[in-house]
């Protein structure tokens, strides 16, 4: 399995704030992801990246932005969070072939 | 046409019995397949993924793959308490580069 870690785990924040959530992996994997899913939901891909400096938007529109400046961190960040941004935010990386593992995700609610 | 389809849940089984979970997908062009496991509250864990037609098992798990029908399916034999999850079936698609599409997931409770 892949060894990807993020953070923080849990956020409670209030609106109006400057959120990023972190994603690395300390493997070199190329290619990375962030999902969001909302409790119960189904999960929406957001972001991807192929590798340093290069992002796509996913599925789903988010107002998120992500960067990928290094190979092993691919943070996601909320310019200014609202109640609507409440959801658990999932960071994904292809370990090799087409196998694709998550992170433990992080759970943000916007107050 | 949703990409991925799961059959809808809840599915209920008894402990030690085969649990049975079924997804189709609309891209007649994917080459790649996956189950994933999700427990309440965590992330999705990859149980299997199978790219070629016909079965793969992996202990009490069994993929199974027909590319002309465009079914994917999962088996748990000997279903356990602790198999009490959400499945979600996933695909690559032709062309999608790497990115995985979801279905909506199958709750499965085993009974004790």
């Known amino acids: 399995e892949a060894d990807i870690y993020q953070t923080p785990r849990y956020l409670v924040i209030g609106t109006g704030k400057k959120i990023t959530l972190e994603c690395s992996q300390t493997?070199?994997?190329?290619?990375m992801y962030w999902y969001q899913q909302d409790p119960g939901m189904e999960l929406h891909l957001i972001h991807y990246?192929?590798?340093?400096?290069?992002?796509e938007k996913g599925d789903l529109s988010s107002e998120s932005t992500v960067s990928r400046i290094r190979t092993e961190h691919f943070p996601l960040t909320l310019e200014s969070a609202r109640p609507s941004h409440t959801s658990q935010y999932l960071c994904?990386?292809?370990?090799?072939?087409?196998?694709?593992?998550f992170g433990e995700g992080s759970w943000l609610t916007v107050v | 046409q949703k990409e991925v389809e799961q059959n809808s849940g809840p599915l209920s089984v008894p402990e030690g019995a085969i649990a049975s979970l079924n997804c189709t997908y609309s891209?007649?062009?994917?080459?790649?397949f996956f189950w994933y496991r999700q427990y309440s509250g965590k992330s999705p864990e990859l149980i299997m993924f199978?790219?070629?037609?016909g079965d793969k098992e992996d202990g009490r798990f069994t993929a199974q793959l027909n590319k002309a029908s465009q079914y994917v399916s999962l088996l748990i034999r000997d279903s356990q308490p602790s198999d009490s999850a959400t499945y979600l079936c996933?695909?690559?698609?032709?062309?999608?580069?790497?990115?995985?599409?979801f279905g909506k997931g199958t709750l499965l409770t085993v009974n004790p």
């Open positions: 996933a695909v690559i698609g032709e062309g999608s580069n790497y990115k995985l599409t």
């Open positions: 990246s192929y590798g340093v400096n290069s992002t």
């Open positions: 199978i790219y070629s037609n």
């Open positions: 891209d007649r062009g994917s080459q790649s």
């Open positions: 994904a990386s292809r370990v090799g072939g087409n196998t694709i593992y």
């Open positions: 493997m070199g994997h190329d290619k």
